[in-house]
């Protein structure tokens, strides 16, 4: 089992930066890809950003491009995602999730476990 806690969520203008962290315990997490979701009301859940478990490759969602980036400190067992340029569209729940299989970064329903969400919302 992997235990994923996010933080760092919050209200922020638009333009504004913000930097969530996703902390793991439990079983190694450094040979899994890591990822974040996010969620708006009534919207499915969606994927922002990937990241393998040596950081050779990032997968990102076009939304995003150019303003999110992620990374990770596999002595700390912590991933970032480093928002910037937030823009009202940014706003939902924040996920934090582990994909064991090292495969299909993009897609939810590849990743094992997952964090309760931290909040972001950005003001127009």
């Known amino acids: 089992q992997v235990q994923l806690v996010e933080s760092g969520g919050g209200l922020v203008q638009a333009g504004g930066s913000l930097r969530l962290s996703c902390a793991a315990s439990g079983r190694t997490f450094t040979s899994y890809i890591m990822g974040w979701f996010r969620q708006a009301p009534g919207k499915e859940r969606e994927f922002v950003e990937a990241?393998?478990?040596?950081?050779?490759?990032?997968y990102y969602a076009d939304s995003v491009k150019g303003r999110f980036t992620i990374s990770r400190d596999n002595a700390k067992n912590t991933v970032y995602l480093q928002m910037n340029s937030l823009k009202p569209e940014d706003t939902g729940v924040y996920y934090c999730?582990?994909?064991?299989?090292?495969?299909?970064?993009?897609?939810?329903?590849?990743?094992?476990?997952w964090g309760q969400g931290t909040q972001v919302t950005v003001s127009s």
């Open positions: 990241i393998t478990w040596n950081a050779d490759r990032i």
């Open positions: 999730a582990a994909n064991r299989r090292g495969q299909s970064a993009t897609l939810k329903n590849q990743y094992d476990y």
